[in-house]
């Protein structure tokens, strides 16, 4: 079955970057497109930015244009979000999920707590 | 850009009762519109697709409608585990309503 397995919780500090990892399985990874959105305390989903696995191209939400980087490892059938320069209102939970026309499959979320 | 509005935020109902959830988007987004279900400490998950159709091992109770910018999720008689929030989102660029707690009264 489809899994979107994501790395563990990290706390961080106010200006430092995070890389987030969502291991896929259960599927051939480069023929569909992973999303990033997350979840701050409280509030509703923010779509953050997308990569197509296939071949590597990328769009961001204007949000975070210039502090989100999302690449992938197709060897490792692995997609990674990095948010640079962080601030405490980047406190949330990130997700990846997998658009099968919609967003069909999501990882477990990976908790980012940004606080001095 | 376009926006999608829920409302209620809120909705109270009793456990057999009929919940209708309602998505307003500032513009036509066609029936590219999909609604998922998040509960406490979980990841959504996809519940409609395409304004009417059911996600895989989606139960029938749930059924969607609408089209250009007005859009209902209707649950027909609640299961205690339909307690939770709904959010809808739209394809053009992937944004998110605000959500609607459905919560127990």
């Known amino acids: 079955q489809v899994q979107l397995v994501q790395s563990g919780a990290e706390v961080k500090k106010p200006g430092a970057s995070v890389k987030v990892s969502c291991k896929a399985s259960?599927?051939?990874?480069?023929?569909?497109?992973i999303h990033w959105v997350r979840q701050a305390p409280g509030q509703r989903l923010e779509w953050m930015g997308w990569i197509d696995a296939g071949n590597g191209n990328t769009k961001y939400s204007q949000n975070f244009q210039g502090r989100v980087t999302i690449t992938r490892d197709t060897s490792a059938s692995t997609a990674y979000m990095q948010l640079s320069s962080l601030r405490s209102e980047d406190t949330a939970v990130y997700y990846c999920a997998r658009e099968n026309r919609w967003f069909d499959s999501w990882g477990q979320g990976t908790l980012v707590p940004v606080s001095s | 850009e376009i926006v999608l509005t829920q409302s209620p935020a809120t909705l109270s109902l009793s456990p057999g009762e009929r919940a209708t959830l309602s998505c307003r988007a500032s513009q036509s987004v066609r029936n590219y519109l999909a609604w998922y279900q998040q509960k406490p400490g979980q990841a959504p998950r996809l519940l409609i697709h395409?304004?009417?159709n059911r996600a895989t091992g989606i139960p029938a109770r749930f059924s969607g409608s609408g089209s250009g910018t007005d859009f209902t999720l209707t649950i027909s008689s609640l299961e205690p585990e339909d307690f939770a929030v709904y959010y809808c989102?739209?394809?053009?660029?992937?944004?998110f309503g605000g959500g609607t707690k459905v919560e127990i009264k």
């Open positions: 395409d304004t009417s």
């Open positions: 989102q739209q394809r053009s660029n992937w944004l």
């Open positions: 259960g599927y051939t990874f480069t023929t569909y497109t």
